[in-house]
């Protein structure tokens, strides 16, 4: 009979409490078990569900005492479904939640730290050949609360073929944001097709790739204290300005992300500054019509780029020890070595383990056969985290901050104006 924790009263408070004391102890699963992982890669063909299934599958088979029941939900009320089932006190065990939704996993929804569950010695082992900078990504108020599963930096995909008719070099893409935008207005006076196109406008926008354009100017969305929205400083308008101009002399295409990822594919946009989980579509659409190639996010001059992440990080929620002990297991595989082989090959993130890049036996030989990812790991190496925003109005928040950032960018508005009068809203949305 395979096991399953329902708790209920006083008992139930009484037992999550002591757990919580305690820390995992390093046993084996004895007894069969079943633990719910809810993944939005399952109900989403596109972001990998056969790769997921995959892993699952050769996890069952080295762990037979440890059932997985994938629990796939769409990425939109993807949280909703997860907050609900916890407040239904259904068995909700390890879930794949984007990093924008870290602090309320932690403080709303009761994600588990690792380090209070996990003995000290197990974890180092455990994270040894993992990028430090991966690791931080997952970390709020000194512990760790989620491991990086699927996550990216921001590349530039570039059609080496309208670069070459616009009279452009292939060999070398532009590296500042005024060099793409001399590069799109090139690729549209020559060629007739759109210049550049990027991952921060448009309804499906999240704001990890804005955060990444306004760090690279010297700015933040939010302080560093957590207690301030920050992104009408002027560093942060600069970096809006910088935008506008593109909008303004139609270097930009307004595409939202479905629309630009088809134009990409299609061959009729020169460049698309997006995550990299969007490469194998477009590597598919592209092949055999052009020559796709990617760069790395650009500069604002010589000041350093500064990337931060896209993407999901794993987050433990079982409270019975046993089903903790689970649900670690399957987070150990799912970011092992032979994890991010297949969600690096397979999917198209990031691996956050380094030491399997050149490793014939994991991602040596697909590396050499897929140039498309040496952009992002090169980014790796300065690689921020996306900044989740605190308490339970943190998606309107972001909506907020980005309705005013496309307004900026694509009206007739006074920028700074608008970014503050945003500001000042976001401002009162924050935990008092």
Known sequence: MHRRIFLAGAAAAGFVARAAQAALAPL????????????????????????????????????PKI????VGVPVTGFTARVQADIAARRQVDLVQLAFA???????????????DMIPAEEMKTNFEGIAPNGLKLGMLEGKTYGLAYTFSTPVLFYNADLFRAAGLDPENPPKTWAAVKQAALAIKAKTGKGGLATGILGPSAFDWLFQGVVRSNGGETISRDRKRMTFAEPASV???????????????????????????????????????????????AAKGKYELRASTMPSFGDKPVRPNNSGSALFIFASDPVLQRAAWELMKFLTSKRGYTVITSEIGYLPLRTDIVNDPKYLGEWVKEHPLVQPNLQQLAILEPWESMPGPNYRQIVKTMMDAVELSVTGKVDVAATLLAAQQTTQGMLPK
Do not use: C, W
């Not at 719910?36 to 599958?57: H, I, P, Q, S």
């Not at 059932?67 to 994938?70: A, E, L, M, R």
């Open 238 to 284: 600069a970096a809006v300005l910088m935008l506008r101009d593109l909008n303004d002399s139609g270097a930009l295409v307004n595409l939202e992300t479905n629309a630009a990822m088809e134009a990409m594919g299609a061959g009729e946009l020169g460049m698309y500054l997006q995550t990299s989980a969007v490469q194998g579509f477009i590597v598919a």
């Open 101 to 115: 939704d870290l602090d309320f996993a932690v403080h709303s929804l009761g994600a588990k730290a690792l380090e």
């Open 28 to 63: 084996a699963i004895d007894a069969p078990v079943t633990i719910n992982f809810y993944n939005y890669n399952l109900a989403t063909a596109g972001l990998g569900a056969d790769a997921t299934r995959k892993l699952l599958r050769e996890f069952m088979e080295a762990n």
């Open 67 to 70: 059932k997985v029941n994938g």
